[in-house]
């Protein structure tokens, strides 16, 4: 490589020459081996040399045993054992000529100056060949500044100082020049580049300066500018696959072309093209360089190529929690493993075939192969269920479709597993008497899937799943008084609950209420006894509409004397056992309500009479109050149009189209066994006047259109004749139907 490329990487980026007044000779540096594998960790040897003679020595730059052999022709480079990956070891030729102009020349100022104080600035002068005839000047602006005449100096790399006092001169330049002086022709010169002042007045507390970008250009011909051309400019080639790459350059002037790189270096001396060829490229840093390498400046020229390797992942997987509680959050983590490059490479989630989250790896700059995990946080629903979610790895490493690897999908199964399970059972059960227990989960997800076992004293009693509610009821029955468990386990996939109950077992005979009908004012006995054996710590008791009468506390039966009265009649009396256990008591009971006998009261019909017009109907009850209930009979006036019927101890009379006929007293009599009662009722049957009243209507309307007529005849002809008939002995004066009679004469009014 060109001796300009290797100071370029020694002095932090600044382009340093050195330039001859006539044409130089090519360089001439051989590299033994130019192509070098090793093993980590092994030795390694390499030899540099030249075959010119002005040269000044020879060396190798390396961040491993660097080499310096002034005066020599040759360099060897040797590492016992390399332990370095980036060693980048470059051979150096330092050649002697006639004027060289310096190399680089910098000037420094201190970070802070203050105005009136004098403040030391240095124009450090690199690379010089005639030290005795160099001369270093400091400027402000175009004016020299007094007391920087003509320095010389024997090495070849020195600070020249001056001490300037800063004004208020904000943004001034100040600059440092040196010339080389052979004779009377003009001095070659070669100046830093300027430094722009900011000054600060006093009391404030810094001044900032800051220098401007420089690039030192030798007093020559306008040189040709890069001209390097790599077909194709981007690569996109997978690990372990063939790749080749053209580079090549118009100009004239080239002295040979290449290519820099860690796997299949190329040097084509004499040749304005090199074809950098690769059969299976298995290095994640190549980093392939084209370099041309030219007679005039710029003598060299380099053009990285741009190259992406890139590896399809070596898996994709999506990995889940075991268990996913609905509305809880969790992390689905998509792992992506062994894929580069990174920055190149998008992680997506997908819930079928709609995408919800997007992660890239731009800011990830390795080139080398990477695990990438990534967590999506996803929060549960009932309707999730079934989902499928699967983890998509993108290379997007162009234009087109990217390459694309996809997980397995996973099927989302969320569960709400965090009730505890109800139990729900008497904590005392009678023994050999059938018992109800339920046990219950609620919101249980998904429900078909929980299964539920209920076990007595260890001994499963029932198993139950595919519910579409999770519960369970079943009965069972004690054999014995000795307490017992019982538990409710209920599991879901691998989780599982329980719930479990103390059950007391007790015997309790039921209770016998005997009594019988008495009647009213009689006294009665109402008893209350059990059947079988009695259990000393119970007590028997009656309670009369729900209050103590007697009680006894062994197996002697409890007794109520009472005195019949009809008010007693229908309230009830209980008989009642009760067993005290350690935490409550239980209790049984009979019931039944007095009956008290009287003889029967007639209460219905209230009224005496009873009017009724013929033609009309009427109807009439009687009721009546006794023990047992009272038989109803009825003595009436004989008629076909009178019904009697007896429902819900109600007698009922219906007349349809009274009559005449009707007319008289009804006597209804109750009775029963212990005596009868007698309500009459006066059924009065009157005319009806309804046609009477119509044909009295009829007549009148009749004289008042016959007096009409006749009024109306009078006027017109003044005279009228009736026949004139015989008295009828059924009328009176007016003749019958069909008899003749005289002319009557009228008089017209």
Avoid at 248 to 266: M, Q, Y
């Amino acid at each position: 490589m060109e001796f300009g490329s290797l100071m370029r990487d020694m002095f932090l980026g600044l382009l340093c020459f050195a330039v001859t007044g006539a044409a130089s000779a090519v360089c001439d540096v051989n590299i033994d081996h130019s192509g070098v594998v090793v093993r980590f960790g092994d030795p390694v040897t390499a030899n540099c040399s030249t075959t010119r003679e002005d040269v000044l020595g020879a060396g190798w730059d390396s961040s491993v045993n660097p080499v310096n052999e002034p005066d020599s022709t040759t360099a060897f480079w040797n590492a016992s054992s390399l332990t370095v990956w980036d060693a980048k070891p470059k051979c150096l030729i330092n050649f002697n000529n006639e004027t060289e102009l310096p190399e680089c020349i910098f000037l420094f100022a201190p970070e802070f100056m203050k105005i009136d104080n004098g403040s030391n600035i240095k124009c450090l002068v690199l690379g010089e060949a005639s030290a005795q005839s160099l001369a270093v000047q400091f400027y402000k602006g175009d004016d020299q500044i007094a007391g920087s005449d003509n320095v010389t100096h024997n090495g070849t790399q020195f600070p020249v100082n001056a001490t300037i006092t800063f004004t208020k001169n904000h943004g001034v330049n100040y600059t440092c020049t040196a010339e080389l002086d052979f004779g009377p022709e003009a001095p070659i010169q070669n100046t830093s580049p300027p430094y722009a002042t900011s000054t600060i007045g006093p009391g404030e507390e810094k001044l900032n300066m800051s220098s401007l970008p420089y690039t030192m250009s030798p007093k020559a011909a306008a040189s040709p500018v890069c001209d390097v051309n790599i077909d194709p400019s981007r690569v996109v080639v997978r690990f372990g696959d063939p790749v080749t790459v053209d580079c090549s350059t118009t100009r004239e002037d080239v002295l040979g072309a290449g290519w820099e790189s860690s796997v299949n270096p190329v040097n084509e001396t004499n040749s304005k093209i090199a074809v950098w060829n690769v059969s299976s490229l298995t290095v994640w840093d190549a980093e392939p360089k084209c370099f041309i390498n030219c007679m005039n400046e710029p003598r060299q020229c380099v053009e990285k190529l741009d190259l992406v390797i890139y590896k399809y992942p070596e898996s994709v997987s999506l990995i889940a929690p075991e268990f996913m509680k609905i509305g809880v959050e969790s992390n689905i983590t998509c792992q992506v493993l062994d894929v580069a490059p990174a920055r190149y490479l998008s992680v997506k989630l997908y819930k079928g075939d709609e995408q919800l989250v997007n992660r890239s790896f731009t800011h990830n700059s390795t080139r080398f192969p990477v695990n990438e995990s990534v967590h999506f946080p996803v929060t549960p629903t009932r309707g999730d269920n079934g989902s499928e979610y699967t983890c998509v790895a993108e290379l997007q490493l162009g234009p087109g479709e990217p390459i694309k690897n996809a997980s397995l999908p996973f099927r989302m199964l969320p569960i709400d597993f965090e009730e505890q399970p109800i139990l729900n059972v008497s904590e005392n059960v009678e023994v050999n008497q059938p018992s109800t227990v339920r046990c219950e989960l609620k919101n249980a997800f998904p429900p078909e899937e929980v299964q539920v076992e209920l076990l007595i004293n260890n001994e499963i009693h029932t198993i139950r799943s595919n519910m579409d509610n999770v519960y369970v009821e079943e009965s069972f029955t004690l054999d014995s008084v000795e307490p017992a468990v019982i538990t409710c386990n209920v599991s879901l996939r691998s989780l599982s609950k329980s719930a479990s109950r103390n059950v007391q077992g007790y015997v309790l005979p039921e209770p016998t209420l005997h009594t019988e009908a008495v009647l009213v004012n009689q006294t009665g006995i109402v008893t209350c006894s059990v059947d079988g054996s009695f259990p000393a710590n119970a007590t028997q008791r009656l309670l009369l509409n729900g209050l103590i009468v007697n009680e006894t506390h062994n197996s002697t039966p409890a007794q109520y004397e009472f005195k019949a009265e009809k008010e007693l009649n229908g309230k009830m009396i209980t008989c009642e056992t009760e067993l005290k256990l350690a935490a409550t008591s239980v209790k049984k009971n009979q019931s039944i309500t007095f009956s008290v006998l009287y003889e029967p009261s007639v209460i219905n019909p209230a009224e005496e009479s009873v009017p009724v017009l013929k033609g009309d109907s009427v109807v009439f009850n009687c009721t009546a109050d006794g023990i047992p209930a009272p038989t109803y009979t009825w003595k009436h006036p004989e008629a076909d149009n009178v019904n009697i019927t007896t429902k819900d101890s109600v007698s009922t009379v219906t007349i349809t189209g009274a009559s005449s006929s009707n007319h008289g007293v009804y006597e209804c009599h109750a009775w029963n066994i212990h005596g009868n009662s007698t309500r009459k009722v006066t059924v009065e049957v009157t005319g009806n006047y309804t046609l009477l009243l119509t044909l009295v209507a009829v007549a009148a309307v009749a004289v008042v259109l016959l007096v009409s007529f006749v009024y109306k005849k009078k006027r017109t002809s003044g005279r009228y004749t009736f026949l004139p008939t015989n008295p009828s002995s059924a009328n009176g004066s007016v003749a019958e139907n069909g008899q003749t009679a005289e002319d009557i004469p009228l008089t017209t009014v």
